[in-house]
C-alpha cells in the first residue's frame, strides 16, 4: 500500500504540517445580522502558533488568524505534480540511452540502476497497449535488457494494475521524499564543516564509497556525471572519503542521491552533513525544494529522511517483464 498520506480535514492547523502545502478555509462576519462569508487560502504553511499561521501563497505571504479558521486540510499531490515531478528527477538523473513511445520515456544506462533503465510512463503512449509493450520490448532487448516500468502508484494505477494481471512481478514501494529547503530541520555545520568538500566530479574516493563500495563500472560513472549542474560531496577524515553524496537542480528542484556512508562511521551524523552541504549548495543554484528516493524496506534511511523535514509526496515500484 501507498504510504502517500490521505487529505484530512481538521478544524486546526496541525504544527506537524509546517512546511507542507496547505488549504485553509476562513470566516469573515458580513455584518452584525448577517451570516459569515468564507474564503480559502491555498498555499505552503510556513509558521504556525496558538494566534497566526503564515503561508506562502502564489501572490505572496498571507497570515490567517487561527480564530478565524473554519477548516484545513493537507494539500495532497495531484496525479499532475506526481507526474511533473517524475519528470524533474529524470532530468536529475539522466540515462545517456532514451527514446520517446508516445508519452512514454524509454531509458537505458547499461543496465546501472532500476530508475535508468526503464521505462517512465509520463503520459499516454499513444497506441494499443500490446502494441507499445511490443515497441518498447524490442528496444530495450536490441540494449541487452529486460523490460521494466516504473510506476507511479497512484498516478499510473490502472496501467499497474494491468500489468500485474500479466503476471509482471512487483518490487518493493520507493517513497519519493519531497521539502522546502529552506524548512528543513538542518543545522548549518552539521558534521564538522571543515571535513567536507564540494566538487562538479567525483573523484576516484568517491565512487570507492558509491553503492556500499561495490565498485563503479562505466556504466555508473556516466550516469552520475551526466548532468551540467551537479555537485558532488565528499567528507574526509585524515584523507580518506567517510561519507559522499550527490545533487543536481532541474526547475528550482535540488535532486538529492548517493547519501552514503561508510559503515565503520555511520550513526555519527554524517549523512545529516552531507544533505545540509547538498541544501546549501542547491540553494546557491537557485533551487527551492528538494526530492530524493528511498525504498520503503531501507527504516533507517525512511526514519532519517522524516526527522530531516522530508514528507513523502507519492511512491513508485518497478515491474519486470516475466520470463
Known amino acids: 500500500m501507498t504510504?502517500?498520506?490521505?487529505?484530512?480535514?481538521?478544524?486546526?492547523?496541525?504544527?506537524?504540517?509546517?512546511?507542507?502545502?496547505?488549504?485553509?478555509?476562513r470566516t469573515a462576519l458580513a455584518g452584525s445580522d448577517g451570516p459569515p462569508r468564507y474564503s480559502d487560502v491555498v498555499g505552503?504553511?510556513?509558521?504556525?502558533?496558538?494566534?497566526?499561521?503564515?503561508?506562502?501563497?502564489?501572490?505572496?505571504?498571507v497570515e490567517v488568524p487561527v480564530a478565524t479558521v473554519a477548516a484545513a486540510r493537507l494539500a495532497v499531490p495531484s496525479t499532475a505534480d506526481e507526474l511533473a515531478l517524475e519528470a524533474v528527477a529524470a532530468r536529475g538523473f539522466r540515462a545517456p540511452d532514451t527514446a520517446m513511445v508516445g508519452g512514454w520515456l524509454l531509458r537505458a544506462a547499461g543496465?546501472?540502476?532500476?530508475?535508468?533503465?526503464?521505462?517512465?510512463?509520463?503520459?499516454?503512449?499513444?497506441?494499443?497497449?500490446d502494441d507499445a509493450l511490443g515497441v518498447a520490448s524490442a528496444w530495450y532487448a536490441e540494449r541487452g535488457l529486460r523490460l521494466r516500468f516504473q510506476l507511479p502508484t497512484e498516478a499510473r494505477r490502472l496501467l499497474d494494475a494491468e500489468l500485474g494481471e500479466r503476471g509482471w512481478p512487483a518490487s518493493?514501494?520507493?517513497?519519493?521524499?519531497?521539502?522546502?529547503?529552506d524548512m528543513l530541520r538542518l543545522p548549518e555545520e552539521a558534521g564538522g564543516a571543515a571535513r567536507i568538500e564540494l566538487a562538479d566530479r567525483p573523484d576516484e574516493q568517491w565512487f570507492s564509497v558509491y553503492r556500499g563500495g561495490a565498485g563503479a563500472p562505466p556504466a555508473a560513472r556516466e550516469l552520475v556525471t551526466n548532468h551540467d549542474q551537479a555537485v558532488f560531496v565528499s567528507i574526509r577524515e585524515d584523507g580518506t572519503t567517510v561519507a559522499i553524496g550527490r545533487g543536481a537542480v532541474d526547475d528550482d528542484w535540488l535532486g538529492i542521491t548517493a547519501v552514503e556512508v561508510v559503515p565503520s562511521w555511520r550513526r555519527r551524523g554524517?549523512?545529516?552533513?552531507?544533505?545540509a552541504a547538498l541544501r546549501r549548495s542547491g540553494r546557491e543554484a537557485g533551487a527551492?525544494?528538494?526530492?530524493l528516493q528511498v525504498s520503503s524496506d531501507n527504516a533507517a534511511a525512511v526514519a532519517l529522511y522524516e526527522r530531516l523535514g522530508f514528507w513523502c509526496h507519492h511512491d513508485y515500484r518497478y515491474r519486470t517483464e516475466p520470463d
Not at 505552503?44 to 505571504?61: H, M, N, Q
Not at 543496465?111 to 533503465?117: H, L, Y
Not at 521505462?119 to 497497449?129: C, F, I, Y
Request: aromatic share 6%.
Open 172 to 181: 518493493p514501494d520507493v517513497h519519493v521524499y519531497a521539502a522546502r529547503l
Open 3 to 25: 504510504s502517500v498520506p490521505q487529505a484530512t480535514v481538521r478544524s486546526v492547523i496541525e504544527p506537524s504540517w509546517v512546511g507542507r502545502r496547505v488549504s485553509v478555509r
Open 270 to 275: 554524517l549523512a545529516t552533513a552531507v544533505v
Open 111 to 129: 543496465g546501472f540502476t532500476g530508475r535508468a533503465n526503464s521505462v517512465l510512463p509520463l503520459r499516454a503512449a499513444g497506441m494499443p497497449l
Open 44 to 61: 505552503d504553511l510556513i509558521a504556525v502558533d496558538p494566534r497566526v499561521a503564515v503561508l506562502d501563497t502564489a501572490s505572496g505571504f
Open 288 to 291: 527551492v525544494r528538494g526530492y
